[in-house]
């Protein structure tokens, strides 16, 4: 079906002063995602087209999904990707430290994928393949590939099963030198604690510095292992995570879930490859003294909460357990420690009315009281301008 979604970032004027001057306006951002769109009349089911612009950057990608499979209702279920991406950086004070090249540059990707699903052991078995190859003005060039095979159970009631394998690699060249994984733009490396940059460009509250959850907020993807930091970029890396999750109980007008999870993460030569900022305040290359080839491990639980009936849930995941604090990026040196991540977790569809009604005024409720928060949390950063603003949502319900 036809969705759309629109965010558009608020303009605010600079907290200080520049050589006895007012600084300037930021203008804000926006961003933009239509899926299936209609095109001369024509539903285009599987394209996706996002684009965002502004908070330093140009972004823009367009995607094609196509179900192939032989047999789509008893299975196994078959389908293939390709996607073309256009990336633009004109300031570079946006940037969140680690996650990107703190160079202005433009460039360009593009990729195929494979994704294949079947019934097995009682619940569904999944294996995700995808490559792609990408340039940059810096000049840059990389190739980079990825694997995921993962096995979900989710019963009517009682606890929901997870398990995830993941490996990924890349490798690139600069100004015609030997290929090797320090070439690879940090953006386009894995993120050992979650999806890499590009895929959260879609949220205001984390995609900047200074955003009101930009060392928090947490989606799903790549290393995932939560409990590190945000900045934590790797050209190679293996992981391993198993979850539990319980169904959610009704709590008054909101339901409530329970869970736990623990990950593994193999990183090669971590020491001689990971020159650069791990968490909030540090800028410049950061040396971390540990082992070549470490087993990074994390664990901990989960409290998810939902108004009944919606789709979507905030989720807020303690890691309290590291096996490396010195990459967890929150300054604690102890491996068991407070440590927290936030999500929305859940489809963002409900074709039940009852189901869209209540997801609507959850989102409403989440994003006024983000925007009430966030008009208290803008800073200054290095540049001397004003840090981002997270920005107001508009979301378009989806007609089942």
Not at 83 to 104: I, Q
Not at 224 to 244: C, H, K, Q
Not at 334 to 348: C, K, L, M, N, Q
């Amino acid at each position: 079906m036809h969705r759309s979604l629109l965010r558009v970032g608020l303009p605010a004027f600079g907290v200080g002063d520049r050589g006895g001057l007012s600084e300037g306006l930021d203008w804000g951002s926006v961003y933009y995602r239509v899926e299936d769109p209609i095109w001369r009349d024509r539903p285009r089911f599987g394209t996706r087209l996002e684009a965002m612009l502004g908070e330093g950057r140009a972004f823009a990608r367009v995607g094609v999904d196509r179900d192939v499979s032989a047999r789509p209702r008893t299975g196994p279920r078959r389908a293939v990707r390709a996607y073309l991406l256009y990336s633009e950086v004109d300031d570079t004070a946006y940037l969140p430290a680690g996650r990107w090249e703190r160079r202005e540059s433009l460039g360009g990707e593009g990729g195929l994928g494979y994704r294949e699903s079947w019934n097995a052991a009682g619940g569904e078995l999944s294996l995700d393949v995808s490559a792609g190859v990408g340039f940059s003005t810096r000049p840059d060039r990389w190739i980079r590939g990825s694997g995921e095979l993962a096995w979900s159970h989710e019963p009517s009631s009682g606890w929901s099963q997870r398990v995830r394998l993941f490996a990924g690699g890349a490798v690139g060249s600069r100004r015609g030198e030997d290929w090797s994984g320090d070439a690879v733009p940090r953006e386009r490396r894995f993120g050992v604690a979650g999806a890499g940059p590009y895929a959260t460009l879609s949220d205001p509250w984390s995609r900047s510095r200074g955003a009101l959850l930009v060392d928090h907020a947490y989606r799903p993807g790549d290393g995932n292992l939560r409990g590190y930091g945000r900045g934590l970029m790797e050209d190679r890396i293996v992981s391993l995570g198993a979850e539990l999750a319980s169904a959610r109980a009704p709590v008054g007008p909101v339901s409530v879930g329970l869970d736990v999870f623990g990950d593994l993460g193999w990183i090669p030569d971590i020491t001689t490859r990971s020159g650069g900022p791990f968490g909030p305040g540090q800028v410049g290359d950061v040396v971390v003294s540990v082992q070549e080839n470490p087993i990074l491990a994390d664990a901990g639980a989960g409290l998810s909460v939902g108004w009944k009936g919606s789709p979507l849930a905030l989720r807020l995941d303690v890691p309290f357990l590291v096996s490396y604090p010195e990459l967890a990026g929150d300054g604690r040196s102890d491996p068991v420690a407070f440590r927290w991540t936030i999500s929305v977790v859940g489809r963002w569809r409900s074709c039940s009315g009852a189901g869209r009604r209540a997801g609507a005024r959850g989102m409403r409720f989440l994003f006024r009281a983000a925007e009430f928060a966030a008009a208290f949390h803008m800073k200054r950063i290095e540049s001397g301008r004003a840090d981002i603003r997270p920005g107001a949502e508009t979301h378009r319900p989806t007609r089942c």
